[in-house]
């Protein structure tokens, strides 16, 4: 080996120094510099360093000295810098858990990013984490979502996407939300069902770290007196980390983290860092949760509110139809009285006057128009007595056949045929008996103009839901649907003052009584009624 040393050599060749290299050109010409960089470690120098003891050279043990501190404190050095490194890494991973936990107020959004960054290997990087949330209501903790891989082989896929995709944590979270979070639920779905502990019992470990506000770490957990030999069952590990979520004293909820692959050590400083990362999480965790609890309690006041104002509504429909009724019933009755003289006087003329006397077509006009206002009369008061309906539980095939056996003798007078299809164990309808019997009637004999050929009408009965729906098709009557929707206004202006009220009131009868209505109308195919007929009571 060479004994001669450069290193108190200004300036160098390339080939003079053999501990630089390509780039290092600069320490060429910095001796001060080349000292510090490479003459330390260069094996000329040690040479000649040991030349100098051997020599009994003074400065020797001076030198030893300094060169020995000056590699501790390098050493030191470059430890301090990768510990400054790892804690930059750290902040930033912090502050970009921080931004997302105080924007968001979706809980799932929340417990992905908090799950994500206890097990992804850019966060905390455990194997698995479960979460329990706090049921105050119920007085227990229990579990609710977990994360993680089952075994080794699924370990391997999702490292493997992980390290392909290059996600950042937030990208990490999200994704999990969106396609995992269902998906990991149901994986350990065993596991979450049995993570069910009583908070009133104090002596489980699960409410000691929780009243404690400590992270706990569990070693020898199959040996260990406080945890319950199912726990270590079901969870499988010898070594996990209990994380308690408190938020300003409240108990908000339990993060349980293993290696459950790895087996890696939890360490000390594992466990500090997952507690500073309880505080944000918990807080976190809570104001999403009073967030869905105000998000539900604003819809019940929406509901309540806008249910509330349809009752005033209905009562003010209500106390205007009263009024109606008042008026149209005293209007009937005051004119019911001298009609009847009117037409009774009238029948009798008529059956008293000969076949021959030339008056007698008068009388038979006032006995037919006297018949007339005398129906129209009594629609009034059904009118009137349609603002109180009674209701009780009635069999809708009674309810049918009773009105076709009222209109048989008019429809058959008409011409016209009817066939009803019954539903098969059809329940029991809540409805007013007598309202609406009436209604059918009238919708088998409004007098619609006919189209001229086979007088044909169809009703069935059909089970749906929490209903029967009654189907009645009447294809030989001709009119359009505008017209249709007149003849379904009370005393609105028609051809025919009888036809115009009495679908009106059937319409009007079923309304008070919640029963949808709809009447469809084709000048080609005839019309088609349906009414939906409630098996229940209504809840008010």
Request: glycine share 6%.
């Amino acid at each position: 080996m060479d004994r001669e040393c450069c290193w108190n050599q200004e300036l160098l060749e390339q080939e003079a120094c053999p501990k630089t290299g390509e780039g290092e050109e600069d320490l060429l010409a910095s001796r001060r510099q080349r000292n510090l960089e490479k003459c330390c470690e260069c094996p000329r120098f040690l040479s000649e360093l040991h030349r100098w003891r051997d020599d009994g050279n003074p400065l020797a043990p001076i030198v030893d000295n300094l060169l020995g501190e000056y590699r501790l404190q390098k050493s030191q050095i470059q430890s301090l810098v990768s510990f400054l490194d790892n804690k930059s890494l750290e902040i930033r991973f912090f502050h970009e858990l921080g931004s997302v936990l105080q924007s968001s107020v979706d809980l799932d959004e929340v417990l992905s990013v908090a799950l994500t960054a206890i097990t992804a290997g850019k966060g905390f990087g455990m194997n698995r984490a479960f979460l329990m949330l706090t049921d105050r209501e119920a007085g227990v903790l229990r579990g609710y979502l977990g994360i993680g891989p089952r075994d080794i082989g699924e370990a391997s896929q999702v490292w493997n996407e992980i390290t392909q995709n290059d996600m950042d944590l937030q990208t990490l979270a999200q994704n999990f939300r969106l396609n995992k979070l269902s998906s990991e639920r149901a994986k350990f779905h065993d596991i979450l069902e049995c993570l069910t502990v009583p908070l009133e019992n104090k002596e489980h470990i699960f409410i000691k770290a929780l009243d404690g506000k400590t992270p706990v770490m569990v070693e020898n957990a199959y040996y260990h007196p406080d945890v319950p030999a199912e726990l270590t069952r079901l969870l499988g590990v010898d070594t996990f980390l209990l994380m308690p979520l408190i938020s300003r004293n409240r108990r908000v909820g339990m993060i349980i983290a293993d290696n459950f692959i790895t087996h890696r050590p939890i360490t000390e400083a594992d466990m500090h860092s997952l507690e500073t990362f309880g505080f944000p999480v918990a807080f976190a965790i809570e104001r999403a949760s009073l967030y869905d609890n105000l998000q539900i309690e604003l819809n019940r006041v929406t509901e309540a509110g806008r249910k509330l104002k349809e009752q005033q509504e209905l009562i003010v429909r209500m106390e205007n139809m009263a009024l109606v009724g008042r008026i149209t019933s005293s209007i009937a009755h005051s004119v019911r009285n001298p009609l009847m003289i009117i037409g009774g006087f009238a029948r009798s003329m008529l059956k008293n006057s000969p076949e021959s006397d030339p008056k007698r077509t008068f009388i038979e006009s006032i006995v037919a128009e006297t018949r007339q206002l005398e129906g129209v009369l009594d629609e009034i008061l059904n009118y009137s007595d349609s603002l109180y309906p009674t209701r009780d539980f009635w069999d809708v095939n009674q309810l049918v056949e009773s009105a076709l056996r009222d209109t048989a003798d008019a429809l058959n007078l008409l011409g016209y045929t009817t066939a009803y299809s019954p539903g098969i164990e059809l329940p029991v309808v809540y409805i007013d008996f007598k309202q609406l019997s009436y209604c059918l009637r009238t919708v088998l004999q409004n007098d619609i103009n006919c189209l001229g050929k086979e007088r044909f009408i169809a009703i069935s009965a059909q089970a749906r839901d929490e209903s029967v729906v009654l189907l009645i098709e009447d294809r030989s009557r001709s009119i359009s649907q505008a017209e249709l929707d007149r003849l379904l206004v009370p005393f609105s202006e028609t051809s025919d003052l009888g036809a115009g009220l009495a679908l009106a009131l059937c319409k009007t009868m079923l309304e008070k009584q919640g029963i949808p209505f709809v009447a469809q109308a084709d000048p080609q195919e005839g019309i088609h009624y349906s009414i939906t007929l409630p098996t229940r009571k209504e809840e008010h």
